[in-house]
């Protein structure tokens, strides 16, 4: 390590010999601080040739002298922030003074820091929209779970089940066309399952970097519409040990939490601890009944019955930091149980919704979700280069209980877990090397493996056990034509294997799946333009293409999906999908204010459909085995368009009064019909004040969120009416205690949001709900 | 900032005269008025069903089917006997092409008296009735019926 060093400073010294025989010596000097311009003192500031090392003294000060007249470049580090890599002085004039501010070490996992990110913007590749939102602003907007917490940035919507379960969809894309990573490995779960929610504990996100485009590039398949990156939590300070405590409540649900967090750091070996609790019981909707298929319903109490659930999680991290190297392995368990309003599997009937006398019990249907996982992860800088790599193991069990009923004549209930309806469980593991280069101009390349196994069980068959490889590589390329100008631009190639077997029913006496070996091969690429115009000015332009493997069940889904009663079936001929994506953007930072615009546009020749065919009978014309279907629907591959714009307006005083206007609007079609799931234009509105004195702040605000109705719907997809909802907040910060109020929907507000999974029952959302949040650091 | 907020009309503009791609699009159901058997009649052993129904779309009828299945686990009242069988019925037609409206009246449908050797159980059993249009919207309902012997 030393020996290359001096080696790549006698190098550098044999290039740089005319300026060090210069005879005159200037010096460095110059202040360290934190991210709030408190002093740092005993940072390292290194000077890469010659090598010189100062470290600062109590004011942040350091003075690095004897040097000739040239540019130097400097890496400073202090323990638990990010090094700066990327800091140079021109001493050809003189002697440099450098103010230098250093951010809390978080991890950046697939982020690459372009100059313009004071503009609010950070982007992973040059000119793709990203958001970079903080636990403070998640925890601001918090609401029944994670990603419906994320649902303030414009673009972004929820998918929920019921009021604990969701998952992310970006621009109307969603399922497993949106990838979420957290630290660096991509979370794997049963992303194409209507039912299915993210495995992530709410209360141990610190930051998450939303992309609104495709990031195929960096995370390979799958990355279509977006991704949501999470980071690894921040490596507490040197000789540091803190904690955090939260409790929350929720009216409209009984929902308690409470989650505990301590980090600390003695000379380098670092830990983390998050571990959370949650319950909530059946939520509260404003109506006494729901009209479904022309069945009018009684809701009980006003409340849905068996929505209940709870969730358990821990997750452990340990390390070791030094200023060359980063070294963490951290463990998360993910437990969850949620029950399922029964109106939801099968015929709706009145017996089914009776009350049971509790709000609060879990009966059949529900779903159980174990998700295990292990990353093993380090960074460290050789040869001038960012070495990361990155190893996951992740184990998910999910388990669908529901009281057995069969789609064929001839099938007794199991002896064993006589009501498992499904089972599946999906083991992954990850591999993943990565150099960067530190300066401005900058290489990027990288590879990947993957390799999973899926298995399944239970009396319902929906898809086959399958096996499937990827693996992939990349090379990205970032520089600037001048200090205005920058761009990126990329490349990737992947490949990929997929095994099915085989499945025979000896019920309907079919082959229910073929046994399938496929390979698939994919090239991607990624360019994006930044043109820093002003101070204030700052265009982007980029063109990517994102692609996707096609799934195990699109591939060969044969049988009646639960839950939606629909018969699917798969196509073992179906490529990899296709998403070509332009987007533009503009951002504008005035005084006390800022707008951004970004509209796009993105065109997919092989989109993967979900399509209904009006027939009772299997493309071959026999008919369908099972009882209980209702039409076949096949998966099919054709041309889809997507456009769209989100926008934000903020404007502040430093009075505290700040409001803000974002908007967001999709519209997606196949040519013949619009795409189902298709998020309503929305506009949300948002006015508050903030009061500070010197121990603390006191905040009120109102926000109105107004959606429009969505007339633009898929076959068999019900229109959805527009609606307004007010919420009022109020937070209140003193030293170490912090409280938070919400009013979420005051009016309580019947509605219906269009790509929740209860909408298709005809399930209003829930109603006025009064939030508490309490929190101790300590 | 003029020119900025220009561009952004221009750009909202477009979407809003986007041009509708779509041709021929059909997202509305067809509709089934289902006459007969109606909620609560009885079906009798071993005897035809007397089936009766209106069907219609705004563009064209494709196809409709039958689903007969028991509700017993629903009530935990009736427990399946050893002895007897669940009946299961499921059938399905096409309709001409170019319908638009169709009444249906048939007695094709007839409750067997047994079901794979052993006796039909009776009890409470579903009439599910679905029908798609050309292009692929679908419509259901539901009937609860009993199934029982003529005494």
Same mark, same amino acid.
């Given at each position: 390590m030393k020996r290359v060093l001096f080696a790549s400073a006698f190098f550098m010294l044999l290039l740089n010999s005319e300026s060090i025989s210069a005879q005159k010596t200037y010096r460095i000097c110059g202040r360290v601080v934190d991210e709030k311009g408190n002093p740092l003192s005993m940072a390292y500031v290194t000077l890469e040739q010659p090598v010189k090392t100062a470290v600062t003294d109590e004011n942040g000060k350091f003075c690095i002298e004897g040097l000739g007249a040239a540019i130097y470049h400097l890496h400073i580090s202090y323990l638990g922030y990010n090094c700066i890599h990327d800091c140079s002085a021109d001493l050809t004039l003189g002697d440099v003074w450098l103010d230098l501010s250093m951010q809390p070490e978080v991890q950046k996992i697939q982020g690459i820091e372009i100059s313009g990110e004071s503009l609010g913007t950070r982007q992973t590749l040059a000119g793709l929209p990203t958001e970079v939102t903080q636990k403070a602003e998640i925890i601001a907007h918090q609401r029944s779970n994670l990603i419906k917490s994320l649902e303030y940035i414009p673009g972004l919507k929820a998918v929920e089940i019921g009021q604990g379960l969701a998952k992310p969809l970006i621009r109307g894309l969603g399922f497993d066309r949106v990838v979420v990573t957290d630290q660096g490995v991509k979370q794997e779960g049963q992303q194409w399952g209507a039912d299915h929610g993210l495995e992530i504990d709410a209360y141990g996100v610190e930051e998450i970097e939303v992309v609104k485009g495709p990031l195929s590039l960096l995370t390979g398949s799958d990355a279509i519409g977006g991704a949501l990156l999470l980071k690894a939590p921040a490596v507490p300070a040197e000789g540091t040990f803190s904690g955090e405590a939260t409790m929350a409540g929720h009216s409209v649900n009984d929902y308690g939490a409470f989650s505990l967090g301590l980090k600390g750091n003695h000379r380098g070996w670092f830990s983390h601890l998050r571990s959370s609790l949650i319950s909530y019981a059946d939520y509260r909707v404003p109506a006494d009944s729901?009209?479904?298929?022309?069945?009018?319903?009684?809701?009980?109490?006003?409340?849905?019955?068996?929505?209940?659930? $709870?969730?358990?999680?821990?997750?452990?991290?340990?390390?070791?930091?030094?200023?060359?190297?980063?070294?963490?392995?951290?463990?998360?368990?993910?437990?969850?149980?949620?029950?399922?309003?029964?109106?939801?599997?099968?015929?709706?009937?009145?017996?089914?919704?009776?009350?049971?006398?509790?709000?609060?019990?879990?009966?059949?249907?529900?779903?159980?979700?174990?998700?295990? =996982?292990?990353?093993?992860?380090?960074?460290?800088?050789?040869? &001038?280069?960012?070495?990361?790599?990155?190893?996951?193991?992740?184990?998910?069990?999910?388990?669908?209980?529901?009281?057995? $009923?069969?789609?064929?004549?001839?099938? =007794?209930?199991?002896?064993?877990? /006589?009501?498992?309806?499904?089972?599946?469980?999906?083991?992954?593991?990850?591999?993943?090397?990565?150099?960067?280069?530190?300066?401005?101009?900058?290489?990027?390349?990288?590879?990947?493996?993957?390799?999973?196994?899926?298995?399944?069980?239970?009396?319902?068959?929906?898809?086959?056990?399958?096996?499937?490889?990827?693996?992939?590589?990349?090379?990205?390329?970032?520089?600037?034509? /001048?200090?205005?100008?920058?761009?990126?631009?990329?490349?990737?190639?992947?490949?990929?294997? !997929?095994?099915?077997?085989?499945?025979?029913?000896?019920?309907? &006496?079919?082959?229910?799946?073929?046994?399938?070996?496929?390979?698939?091969? /994919?090239?991607?690429?990624?360019?994006?333009?930044?043109?820093?115009?002003?101070?204030?000015?700052?265009?982007?332009?980029?063109?990517?293409?994102?692609?996707?493997?096609?799934?195990?069940?699109?591939?060969?889904?044969?049988?009646?999906?639960?839950?939606?009663?629909?018969?699917?079936?798969?196509?073992?001929?179906?490529?990899?999908?296709?998403?070509?994506?332009?987007?533009?953007?503009?951002?504008?930072?005035?005084?006390?204010?800022?707008?951004?615009?970004?509209?796009?546009?993105?065109?997919?020749?092989?989109?993967?459909?979900?399509?209904?065919?009006?027939?009772?009978?299997?493309?071959?014309?026999?008919?369908?085995?099972?009882?209980?279907?209702?039409?076949? %629907?096949?998966?099919?591959?054709?041309?889809?368009?997507?456009?769209?714009?989100?926008?934000?307006?903020?404007?502040?005083?430093?009075?505290? %009064?700040?409001?803000?206007?974002?908007?967001?609007?999709?519209?997606?079609?196949?040519?013949?019909?619009?795409?189902?799931?298709?998020?309503?234009?929305?506009?949300?509105?948002?006015?508050?004040?903030?009061?500070?004195?010197?121990?603390?702040?006191?905040?009120?605000?109102?926000?109105?969120?107004?959606?429009?109705?969505?007339?633009?719907?898929?076959?068999?997809?019900?229109?959805?009416?527009?609606?307004?909802?007010?919420?009022?907040?109020?937070?209140? =910060?003193?030293?170490?205690?912090?409280? !938070?109020?919400?009013?979420?929907?005051?009016?309580?507000?019947?509605?219906?949001?269009?790509?929740?999974?209860?909408?298709?029952?005809?399930?209003?959302?829930?109603?006025?709900?009064?939030?508490?949040?309490?929190?101790?650091?300590? | 900032m003029k020119k900025i907020f220009l561009l952004i009309v221009f750009v909202v503009s477009l979407f809003i005269i986007f041009p509708s791609c779509e041709k021929n699009k059909d997202t509305i159901k067809p509709v089934i008025e289902l006459h007969e058997p109606a909620e609560g009649d009885t079906l009798w052993v071993g005897e035809e069903v007397h089936f009766e129904a209106d069907f219609r779309d705004d563009e064209e009828l494709k196809a409709w089917k039958v689903d007969i299945h028991n509700d017993f686990d629903n009530h935990g009242h009736k427990s399946v006997l050893a002895e007897e069988e669940p009946w299961l019925y499921t059938q399905s037609w096409n309709f001409e092409p170019g319908l638009r409206n169709k009444h249906v009246h048939t007695h094709e449908i007839v409750v067997p008296v047994t079901v794979n050797g052993k006796p039909i159980a009776t009890g409470p059993y579903h009439v599910m009735v679905y029908c798609t249009d050309a292009a692929g919207n679908e419509a259901w309902t539901v009937v609860k019926v009993q199934i029982a012997h003529r005494p």
């Open positions: 729901f009209f479904y298929n022309n069945f009018r319903l009684p809701i009980y109490q006003h409340r849905l019955k068996n929505t209940a659930g $709870h969730e358990r999680n821990i997750q452990v991290g340990t390390g070791f930091i030094n200023l060359r190297s980063t070294t963490r392995i951290s463990y998360s368990d993910y437990f969850s149980k949620a029950g399922f309003f029964p109106g939801s599997h099968g015929i709706p009937t009145l017996n089914k919704i009776f009350p049971d006398g509790s709000s609060r019990n879990i009966e059949l249907p529900y779903q159980e979700v174990f998700h295990k =996982k292990a990353i093993v992860n380090q960074i460290f800088y050789k040869n &001038g280069l960012k070495w990361n790599l990155t190893g996951g193991y992740q184990d998910n069990l999910r388990r669908e209980w529901s009281k057995f $009923h069969t789609h064929y004549p001839n099938q =007794k209930p199991p002896i064993v877990n /006589s009501d498992l309806e499904l089972e599946l469980r999906l083991k992954t593991l990850n591999f993943s090397t990565e150099a960067e280069s530190i300066d401005e101009v900058a290489w990027r390349v990288g590879i990947l493996v993957q390799h999973q196994w899926n298995k399944t069980n239970g009396y319902m068959f929906l898809l086959a056990p399958y096996r499937r490889t990827q693996a992939g590589g990349y090379a990205l390329y970032r520089g600037g034509v /001048s200090q205005h100008f920058h761009y990126s631009a990329g490349l990737r190639y992947d490949y990929g294997y !997929m095994h099915i077997d085989s499945v025979f029913s000896e019920y309907s &006496g079919q082959v229910k799946s073929r046994k399938i070996k496929n390979s698939y091969n /994919s090239f991607t690429f990624s360019t994006g333009f930044q043109w820093q115009v002003s101070d204030k000015l700052q265009w982007v332009l980029s063109l990517g293409k994102g692609f996707r493997l096609p799934s195990a069940m699109e591939l060969s889904a044969n049988g009646i999906h639960h839950g939606s009663f629909r018969y699917e079936l798969g196509d073992s001929a179906l490529k990899p999908e296709n998403m070509y994506q332009l987007d533009a953007g503009l951002f504008y930072q005035g005084h006390q204010m800022s707008l951004h615009f970004s509209p796009f546009l993105a065109y997919a020749p092989d989109f993967i459909f979900l399509t209904p065919t009006g027939s009772y009978n299997l493309p071959d014309g026999s008919p369908v085995a099972e009882a209980d279907a209702g039409q076949v %629907f096949v998966y099919r591959q054709a041309r889809a368009l997507r456009a769209g714009a989100e926008f934000k307006w903020v404007r502040y005083w430093s009075s505290g %009064f700040y409001y803000s206007i974002r908007g967001d609007y999709v519209y997606a079609t196949d040519f013949d019909y619009p795409l189902p799931f298709t998020p309503p234009a929305s506009i949300n509105f948002n006015i508050s004040r903030t009061y500070s004195w010197k121990f603390g702040n006191l905040s009120l605000g109102t926000s109105v969120n107004a959606t429009a109705a969505q007339h633009r719907v898929a076959r068999n997809e019900p229109p959805t009416p527009g609606y307004i909802v007010q919420n009022l907040y109020f937070a209140f =910060k003193y030293l170490r205690y912090s409280l !938070m109020l919400q009013w979420v929907n005051i009016w309580n507000k019947k509605y219906f949001n269009h790509i929740a999974f209860y909408r298709i029952i005809e399930l209003p959302e829930a109603g006025s709900n009064l939030q508490l949040m309490i929190t101790i650091h300590f | -």
